[in-house]
């Protein structure tokens, strides 16, 4: 048909994989589904992305994720182009905005593997399930974007501080995953850049009907980019903490999670990176450290470091190299890891957020 | 199986329901934002100036000259920005959700970043097929469209053709009488307004094209050499020859065997000119130009609306700067 291929929507590929070295002491501990998982080659991830508008007032994405293990539905949600009063709804399956990476897919992050904040608090598919966002723009001065988001609270691998893997049902709105976000964003001046965001995170848990877990965090962004001259070099100050706490018989189980990364690019084709994490035990009310039902293992704190290096020969392809450093108090000793990690984008991919 | 709620944990719920009340405390602040967020608040009301968001300096400045006082035009990237590289600062966001016309280059020199600034402006106003959408490349022919299969092989191409129109005087009128009529169709009681003031401009601009081309004549054949393919409407219009280009593909880093090879074809072509604008770095240029002999000409790129610069004032600091080869 004459003119059809100008209907098409927008597609795109991305490819990730990686070669890793674990080091002498074996098994890594990361907690991302599509992180290195194993010595010698990984296949990470070949996502698929599918965009376009569908008429003058939705619009419709759709991600999907072909790994080892399998396909999967990453995201899939129509927007809305024209509702008013700056009001803007999404509705389908989605990664819920809570804190700052959540809703990034791996191709957007600075680092191979997953931050231990979302893997550890949502799953490693990171935090999202099929519901509704409603969000909405404020007419402040300053760009001010409130969004409250329902959604299931069910997924091993999406939602594993709620329901999880355990699906108890919807019986009324409590049973459902409830995401709620303020997000403003200051211009300090032509080159300075500042995001800051609060999150909460509020739906039931498996350990019984009534059982409440809350997440509540706090994130920043501060991004330096020179705007005159050719120099191209970025630095990005990145930051989330997260709180937890989850009712489970007879006790109310609360832990801190964060972590800070830097990045400093230089020309357009150059980067580096370092970040840490950080995941404390978890104590009860009493401010004891207790199990973890969802973690057993994860007795004490744990920290991480990593540091890496990323090339893009172009803007569609990426070499980077990282190295990892895991101190989970409960071992004798910390964990390394080595990743010499390669992405492709082919096609046309949809522009990122800042 | 389940297990049941404790009621000496309802405590927990104590803060959340905390905060509940304290925003219904402050419902009356939600509620009057609500209504500055409505269409009838927003700024595109018959008595106050029309809201032009431009992409980039060149084309704000025409909107700024065309409409006068009856426009408030803000621009998203700043002269001294390579467009095809902007990051898309919720900032800009906020400027596109309060426009009444969006003004951009098209031809996916915007690519990078306008789309998801448009998504996330929630403004149907300038949504792509509304009247304050307005892809100004529809006013002008359009060079380097690729012919046969487009790959990402032969570099960052645009696909559609080349966007870098806009340093062309001759297309540019034809975008001015592109912006004057869109202006006038958003407000027909000022169209007569717009319109006059698009010939005065579009005059000015003739006038100054033929001064411009009296002062730049003995270039017109000239051999010179670019960074990147962004002067190719500049060559149409002046009649310079591009022999090569220190981007061995269009978005690609020079490499060492390029710029051997692109020196060897300047010296044989006998290039007197290497052009490139301030955000490309200059170090690979220079030597370049020194070992084949070319003058290295730094082009401004783009008005500085800040200080209210017209398009026709930065266009002749440009030949100004071309003037300058021997």
């Known amino acids: 048909m004459a003119g059809s291929g100008l209907m098409n929507p927008d597609l795109s590929v991305v490819l990730d994989v990686a070669v890793a070295y674990f080091g002498p002491r074996g098994q890594p501990i990361g907690t991302g589904a599509h992180d290195p998982s194993r010595n010698g080659f990984n296949f990470q991830q070949l996502e698929v992305a599918i965009g376009s508008s569908v008429d003058p007032y939705f619009r419709l994405d759709a991600f999907l994720v072909f790994s080892e293990h399998g396909v999967e539905v990453e995201e899939a949600f129509g927007t809305t182009l024209a509702l008013p009063a700056r009001l803007q709804l999404r509705a389908g399956r989605f990664l819920h905005r809570f804190g700052r990476v959540n809703a990034t897919h791996p191709h957007g992050w600075s680092f191979v593997d997953q931050n231990l904040l979302v893997g550890r608090l949502f799953g490693p598919e990171g935090g999202g399930g099929l519901g509704v966002e409603l969000s909405w723009l404020s007419p402040l001065p300053w760009w001010l974007e409130l969004s409250a988001t329902s959604m299931t609270a069910s997924g091993a691998a999406s939602a594993r501080s709620f329901f999880g893997g355990r699906d108890l049902g919807v019986r009324d709105p409590r049973d459902l995953l409830h995401v709620v976000t303020v997000k403003q964003f200051f211009a300090l001046d032509d080159d300075w850049s500042l995001l800051t965001g609060v999150s909460a995170a509020l739906g039931p848990n498996a350990t019984g009907r009534a059982n409440r877990t809350d997440i509540v965090g706090l994130d920043g962004y501060l991004r330096y980019r020179p705007t005159r001259g050719a120099a191209q070099n970025a630095w ?19 832990d801190w999670n964060g972590y800070a990364q830097l990045v400093w690019q230089w020309g357009r084709p150059w980067a580096a990176a370092a970040r840490w994490e950080y995941g404390s035990s ?26 890496a290096l990323t090339h893009w020969p172009t803007e569609f392809s990426r070499i980077r190299l990282q190295a990892t450093s895991d101190f989970p108090a409960w071992l004798d000793a910390p964990r390394l890891a080595l990743f010499c990690a390669l992405e492709l984008v082919t096609g046309a991919h949809g522009a990122h957020a800042f | 199986m389940p297990f049941d709620w404790d009621e000496r944990f309802e405590s927990m719920r104590a803060p959340i329901h905390r905060t509940i009340r304290s925003v219904a405390r402050f419902r009356h602040l939600v509620l009057l934002l609500l209504c500055g967020s409505l269409p009838g608040a927003s700024p595109a009301r018959a008595h106050e100036p029309l809201r032009v968001v431009a992409t980039t300096a060149d084309l704000g400045a025409l909107a700024r000259e065309i409409g006068a006082d009856r426009v408030r035009v803000s621009v998203l990237a700043l002269p001294t920005q390579d467009p095809h590289w902007v990051d898309a600062r919720p900032s800009l966001a906020l400027e596109l959700s309060r426009a009444d016309l969006l003004l951009y280059v098209g031809l996916d020199l915007e690519v990078g970043w306008l789309p998801t600034l448009l998504l996330g402006a929630r403004n149907p106003r300038i949504q792509p097929g509304a009247p304050g959408h307005l892809d100004c490349s529809q006013f002008v022919d359009v060079l380097e469209v690729p012919t046969g299969r487009v790959d990402r092989a032969q570099g960052d191409v645009h696909p559609h ?112 000119l290497l052009v490139q604008e301030s955000w490309h770095p200059t170090n690979t240029s220079r030597l370049i130009a020194e070992r084949a002999g070319m003058r290295l000409v730094v082009l401004p790129t783009g008005p500085d609306v800040r200080r209210g610069e017209s398009w026709t004032r930065y266009m002749d600091r440009l030949v100004t700067a071309l003037e300058a080869v021997p």
């Open chain 1, 236 to 254: 990005t100050l990145q930051v989330e903490i997260a709180h937890r706490r989850r009712q489970i018989p007879r006790d109310v189980l609360a």
């Open chain 1, 282 to 307: 978890v104590r009860g009310l009493d401010g004891q450290p207790v199990e973890d039902p969802l973690d057993p293992d994860w007795t004490a704190d744990r920290h991480r470091g990593a540091v």
């Open chain 2, 161 to 272: 053709g080349n966007p870098h129109y806009m340093l062309d005087p001759r297309r540019v009128v034809r975008v001015v009488r592109g912006i004057a009529d869109r202006l006038g169709r958003l407000q027909p009681a000022a169209a007569s307004h717009y319109r006059s003031s698009a010939e005065a401009l579009v005059g000015r601009i003739e006038r100054a094209r033929l001064d411009w081309e009296r002062r730049l004549a003995r270039l017109r054949g000239t051999n010179a050499v670019s960074y990147h393919r962004s002067v190719s409407y500049l060559a149409d219009w002046l009649g310079l020859r591009f022999v090569g280009h220190v981007e061995p593909r269009p978005g690609i880093p020079p490499n060492p065997r390029h710029v051997a090879q692109l020196i060897a074809a300047a010296r044989a072509a006998g290039a007197r």
